[in-house]
T-cell receptor, first 112, second 118 residues
Framework: LAKTTQPISMDSYEGQEVNITCSHN???????ITWYQQFPSQGPRFIIQ?????VTNEVASLFIPADRKSSTLSLPRVSLSDTAVYYC?????????????WGAGTKLIIKP | GAVVSQHPSWVICKSGTSVKIECRSL??????MFWYRQFPKQSLMLMAT?????????EQGVEKDKFLINHASLTLSTLTVTSAHPEDSSFYIC??????????????FGPGTRLTVL
């Protein structure tokens, strides 16, 4: 079963690029990698999902090396409002049989 | 699109009473909904997975008789905390999977319900 490991916390400054890495050494062939953002007392919000190589959307990029044992969420030019907890999720399954492995979360603090 | 609501957003109850939390997908059909609990400064803990029209699948260590889950339609799932005690106080969050989306990791979360048991 995949286990996910993330740094507990990180800090950066406005305008910088932030990269948060998640390790998932035992990822299975059918697992996908998803990242979420959570603000205090709110439900998580989907950021990005990928299987391999690179995925980019309007808010972030996700880099997954060929061995898929890790993934890196990249946030370009962060602002104060990006201060939040970021979770990686390794997930697979269908119908009623799912495997969801959540990371412990990385608390990102953006400073002015 | 892909909005999930939860009701109530917060609830305070006395020990021994039962509390029902509703989770609705407002603009999509959710064949699968997930229930999580989250303690302060901790990660999400999956409690159970519910599929429309069938019994929920509970994670190891979660008492199914205490946390009753019903997923009667493609847009509504409920979690009932029976005989609540102070240790059940937590932030409960539901998420839903849009049946038209392929990947199980893409879940849409509700805003959460803060339960405080006195």
């Amino acid at each position: 079963l995949a286990k996910t490991t993330q740094p507990i916390s990180m800090d950066s400054y406005e305008g910088q690029e932030v990269n948060i890495t998640c390790s998932h050494n035992n990822i299975a062939t059918n697992d996908y990698i998803t990242w979420y953002q959570q603000f205090p007392s709110q439900g998580p919000r989907f950021i990005i999902q990928g299987y391999k190589t690179k995925v980019t959307n309007e808010v972030a990029s996700l880099f997954i090396p060929a061995d898929r044992k890790s993934s890196t969420l990249s946030l370009p030019r962060v602002s104060l409002s990006d201060t939040a907890v970021y979770y990686c999720l390794v997930a697979s399954g269908e119908d009623s049989n799912y495997q969801l492995i959540w990371g412990a979360g990385t608390k990102l603090i953006i400073k002015p | 699109g892909a909005v999930v609501s939860q009701h109530p957003s917060w609830v305070i109850c006395k020990s021994g009473t039962s509390v029902k939390i509703e989770c609705r997908s407002l603009d999509f059909q959710a064949t699968t909904m997930f229930w999580y609990r989250q303690f302060p400064k901790q990660s999400l803990m999956l409690m159970a997975t519910s599929n429309e029209g069938s019994k929920a699948t509970y994670e190891q260590g979660v008492e199914k008789d205490k946390f009753l889950i019903n997923h009667a339609s493609l847009t509504l799932s409920t979690l009932t905390v029976t005989s609540a005690h102070p240790e059940d106080s937590s932030f409960y969050i539901c998420s839903a999977r849009d049946r038209d989306r392929v990947y199980v990791g893409e879940q849409f979360f509700g805003p959460g319900t803060r339960l405080t048991v006195l």
